[in-house]
């Protein structure tokens, strides 16, 4: 399978414990986002990177987020503290410079 | 902020009637994408269709069509002899084609369409 790839695809935590998701690119795409979807709307925008530079950051990415592309393939996506409110799905999507990006299928959070 | 609206929550066809779904979408900018995708239940989004702003001719993948009408900034979508396999979540998204700009998507809340045997 050559597509974006998640990991966890579910992740259920306590409130207040950190969490980590992984997403693997598509191989050859330089761009990666990560977006926060919550039940009933669209992808919301957190981060971008281009290449291992993480170029733009979104005001819903509160202290609490961090993200990394260490190498410039792989990204991670890092919540501490988890609070109720960050339930939800967490997208990746890649993509070769400025065209349309491929989605992942998703990390399911549900924070108790 | 650019913002897209979708304001049908619910759409509903016969399988193999046509449905149109419908987009408008607000920028300033003259130059950029839209795009429509697929997200079926518990599974990922699947691009369906795409829009760069600068054609005139409304784009066309077999039984997806769209109706870009750029003055009005609307983005409807068409689908035709619709299949029990159409059913999901239709996302209508903008794009910005700037260039020194992330290029993030714009999302619109969606249309949950339902296909009836």
């Known amino acids: 399978d050559t597509g974006v790839s998640q990991d966890p695809r579910h992740k259920i935590t306590k409130r207040g414990q950190n969490v980590t998701f992984r997403c693997d690119p598509i191989?050859?795409?330089?761009?990666l986002y990560w977006y926060r979807q919550t039940l009933g709307q669209g992808p919301e925008f957190l981060t971008y990177?281009?290449?291992?530079?993480?170029?733009?950051k979104s005001r819903l990415l509160s202290d609490r987020f961090s993200a990394e592309r260490p190498k410039g393939s792989f990204s991670t996506l890092e919540i501490q503290r988890t609070e109720q409110g960050d339930s939800a799905m967490y997208l990746c999507a890649s993509s070769f410079s400025n065209r349309w990006q491929f989605f992942g299928p998703g990390t399911r959070l549900t924070v108790l | 902020a650019q913002t897209v609206t979708q304001s049908q929550p619910e759409m509903s066809v016969q399988e193999a009637e046509t449905v149109t779904l419908s987009c408008t979408y607000d920028t300033s900018e003259s130059d950029y994408y839209l795009f429509w995708y697929k997200q079926p239940p518990s599974r990922q989004m699947i691009l369906v269709i795409r829009q760069e702003a600068y054609k005139q001719q409304n784009a066309t993948e077999n039984r997806f069509s769209v109706n870009f009408q750029k003055a009005a900034k609307s983005f409807s979508l068409k689908i035709s002899d619709s299949q029990l396999g159409d059913a999901a979540m239709y996302f209508c998204?903008?794009?910005?084609?700037?260039?020194?700009?992330?290029?993030?998507?714009?999302f619109g809340t969606g249309t949950s369409l339902t296909v009836i045997p």
């Open positions: 998204a903008y794009r910005s084609a700037a260039r020194g700009t992330g290029n993030q998507f714009y």
């Open positions: 990177f281009q290449n291992e530079a993480q170029l733009e």
């Open positions: 191989s050859e795409h330089n761009r």
